[in-house]
């Protein structure tokens, strides 16, 4: 099976995959530093410097990864050109070093950048915004996913469609809620193309895991739920860590966002802007409704619950959602099997 590649049409000419050596791998390592690493500024230099004029941000909370090596010691980070903000002139610069199994916390470095320190950030068209900073400018391209809506039959009576969520894995989703029931599906977005090749590890189950991303899906009523992303892939923040980071923010509608966190959890209720963000500006409402599992055999709670005679058909689209307080626990159950 074939995987879709953003912006790459059927006719185009398939180009030959990337190799990496091990060889570039060490010659890296002896390679001296142009920069302090702890120098914000001069990273954010360096990064404007290798981009080429032009690029796309995929994910639709608008981050644009990067990785390099500093001293031999790799580093991640991104770009992000946020909603709230990236028309009053800001963006958001961060990176730190890759988390690692022997390394869960390392250090992170973030600083908003904006005409104070040099950086220009201007609005060119809709969802297109430049650059510029040094006698540098790059053009960032945000996905347009205006027109992306989900078929007809796939959303229900009783959810609201919120908007379509492109994964910094390259999954694409789309984000409901279940008003009767009062809970959030990502249900996958199979309009344009395949983005991962799945197999079936629980035989007798419609759960089905991508072999690239590790996200697990349960085929319920002609879709596919996520119900399930790696726990290992979570704990150390990679690009497979699930969609809760990357809300469709260009393209909720009005207050559609807000209404539906606080009819999940009335608490929320004046603690969060209409893009579900807390007054501090750094942080979200989290919409984590799937399982992080460590092996395939976790996953079949969710099918005990779909198949189980207590639980009625009108309740069973609760039988893919994993509570905040339950998945603090061992062996979280679904909501209708939660503990209380």
Not at 244 to 250: A, G, I, R, V, W
Not at 308 to 325: H, L
Request: hydrophobic letters at 40%; proline letters at 9%.
């Amino acid at each position: 099976m074939a995987l879709a590649v953003p912006g790459e049409t059927a006719s185009a000419q398939p180009a030959p995959p990337k190799l990496e050596t091990n060889e570039a791998d060490i010659a890296a390592l002896s390679r001296a530093p142009a920069f302090a690493i702890g120098d914000i500024p001069a990273v954010f230099a360096y990064v404007m410097s290798q981009l080429p004029e032009r690029v796309n941000v995929y994910p639709t909370e608008n981050y644009y990864y990067f990785r390099f090596q500093h001293g031999g010691v790799p580093y991640g980070g991104n770009i992000r050109l946020a909603a709230i903000d990236r028309d009053k002139g800001l963006l958001h610069f961060a990176y730190g070093e890759d988390v690692t199994d022997w390394n869960l916390d390392p250090d992170e470095r973030y600083m908003a950048l904006g005409q104070e320190q040099g950086v220009a950030v201007e609005r060119v068209e809709p969802l297109v915004y430049r650059v510029s900073h040094g006698g540098k400018s790059v053009t960032f391209a945000l996905n347009d996913l205006s027109k992306v809506k989900p078929p007809a039959d796939l959303v229900r009576a009783d959810e609201t469609y919120l908007g379509p969520v492109f994964d910094e894995s390259g999954v694409r989703f789309f984000l409901v809620f279940n008003a009767r029931l009062k809970v959030f599906h990502y249900l996958l977005d199979e309009t344009a193309g395949p983005s991962d090749v799945f197999f079936s590890p629980l035989e007798g189950t419609p759960i089905r895991i991508g072999k690239r991303t590790g996200f697990a899906f349960y085929r319920h009523e002609g879709r596919d739920i996520l119900i399930g992303v790696g726990e290992r892939q979570s704990m150390l923040n990679t690009y497979y860590d699930g969609p809760f980071d990357q809300l469709p923010e260009n393209f909720i509608e009005g207050e559609a966002l807000r209404e539906a966190i606080v009819a999940a959890d009335p608490k929320m209720k004046g603690r969060i802007d209409r893009l579900g963000h807390f007054p501090d500006g750094a942080s979200r409402y989290l919409i984590h409704p799937y399982m992080t599992y460590r092996q395939s055999p976790d996953l079949a709670v969710f099918h005990r619950c779909a198949t189980a005679k207590r639980v009625v058909p009108a309740q069973r689209p609760a039988c893919f959602v994993i509570s905040e307080a339950e998945a603090r626990r061992p062996n979280p159950q679904p909501l209708p099997f939660a503990r209380r």
